[in-house]
């Protein structure tokens, strides 16, 4: 194992996510949930993102449960913004999908019916795990950018949303 999967606090957050992981499942009926999330892997990244950054709309389709630890989360940050596919056709969700990236622009509601038909955000604090099926479609809007030059800004502290995702297959 690498430096970083031996560090104590990295086994620490890893333990965390497979105990979010368990506890999700169990809400929603597997049976011994924790036996199922210890014997299936589990694969968690970092993401470091500064004021004005986005992450584009997505899911995961290889995994059982997704999620995301925020180590670090400023005031102003821009919150998780997750959506429900559901009640539009999939070429519809696709072709909104595809809209927004191009031209950012949209409700995100992907032209749903009720009662899919709109973003839920969410601005977790830091230490807070979100968990979610990994069907739903998931994003960062851009965060306002509070006019710092990205080569003096880069290491600022005080502007760097800094989180770990995970998907458990």
């Known amino acids: ?53 986005t992450h584009p709309p997505h899911v995961h389709s290889d995994a059982s449960v997704t999620g995301t630890y925020y180590a670090r989360r400023p005031a102003g940050a821009a919150p998780l913004s997750l959506e429900d596919p559901r009640g539009r056709s999939p070429f519809d969700l696709v072709a909104g999908l595809e809209h927004r990236l191009r031209y950012g622009d949209g409700d995100g509601s992907g032209g749903a019916v009720p009662p899919f038909d709109r973003a839920v955000s969410v601005a977790a604090a830091p230490g807070v795990c979100v968990v979610f099926p990994p069907w739903i479609v998931h994003s960062v809007p851009p965060a306002p950018d509070d006019g ?20 458990l297959l």
């Open 148 to 167: 710092g030059g990205a080569a003096e800004s880069a290491l600022d502290d005080e502007r760097l949303r800094v989180s770990f995702s995970f998907n």
């Open 1 to 53: 194992l690498g430096a970083l999967q031996r560090a104590p606090e990295f086994r620490s957050l890893v333990a965390s996510m497979r105990a979010a992981a368990a506890a999700y499942l169990g809400a929603h009926g597997v049976a011994d949930a924790a036996a199922a999330v210890e014997a299936s892997p589990l694969f968690c990244w970092a993401s470091v993102h500064l004021g004005g950054s």
